[in-house]
């Protein structure tokens, strides 16, 4: 069976309904592009281009659509290129998180734009990965390169990384805290500022609860 079947039925809509299945299931994009019905025709270019992985078939596919499947297909071939492509920001940023955990390439954390957040969750999950307190520095967020660095105090072993939190002196005891508590250590305790803190972590510490 081939397309000329499909093209002898005579209602139009079973017409484009059997070209859109036959694009798919044959991943033949010519096929695709006979079908007249716009929302058939989109949904075979859709999902030929995904299955066959050709991204040029996505440009034939408006907004939204198109966007995903650019977005999609370069994950599947682990792509920045195809990621500049997509025309939704968000979208796109998306894709360069993926594309950078997917290699391993933090590099990619800074293609992430007008989204602060996303690139700062970005370098957070290749610290964890690298357990490198380089990638904290890169934080923007006060708070949350607070947590970076707290977080590295305690794989680390190595307090002194609770005093280069400039965030707030509440942030480094939380630091301390935590560090008192993980690693049993009265010393630490002592030191914390905040007098609930440091009473909750002399107390833990101590045993009693």
Request: aromatic share 8%; charged share 25%; proline share 1%.
């Amino acid at each position: 069976m081939d397309a000329e079947y499909c093209i002898k039925i005579v209602e139009r809509k079973e017409t484009d309904s059997c070209l859109s299945k036959m694009g798919i299931s044959r991943l033949n994009l010519t096929v695709c592009e006979r079908v007249v019905n716009k929302p058939l025709r989109h949904d075979c270019l859709y999902y030929y281009a995904i299955i066959a992985n050709d991204s040029d078939a996505c440009g034939k596919l408006d907004g939204e659509r198109g966007d995903e499947c650019i977005f999609r297909i370069a994950t599947a071939k682990m792509s920045e290129s195809l990621c500049a492509e997509i025309g939704n920001i968000q979208k796109r940023n998306g894709c360069y998180e993926n594309i950078a955990q997917l290699k391993g390439v933090p590099g990619l954390c800074e293609k992430i734009s007008l989204n602060a957040s996303l690139r700062d969750g970005c370098y957070y999950y290749f610290m964890q990965q690298k357990r490198s307190i380089e990638y904290c520095h890169k934080i923007s967020s006060r708070e949350l390169k607070g947590e970076c660095l707290s977080y590295m105090a305690q794989k680390n072993n190595n307090v002194t990384i609770c005093y280069t939190i400039n965030s707030s002196s509440l942030a480094i005891d939380r630091c301390l805290y935590d560090f008192g508590v993980s690693h049993n250590n009265y010393t630490t305790c002592i030191n914390i500022e905040d007098l609930f803190l440091k009473r909750s972590c002399l107390a833990i510490v101590a045993g009693v609860t």
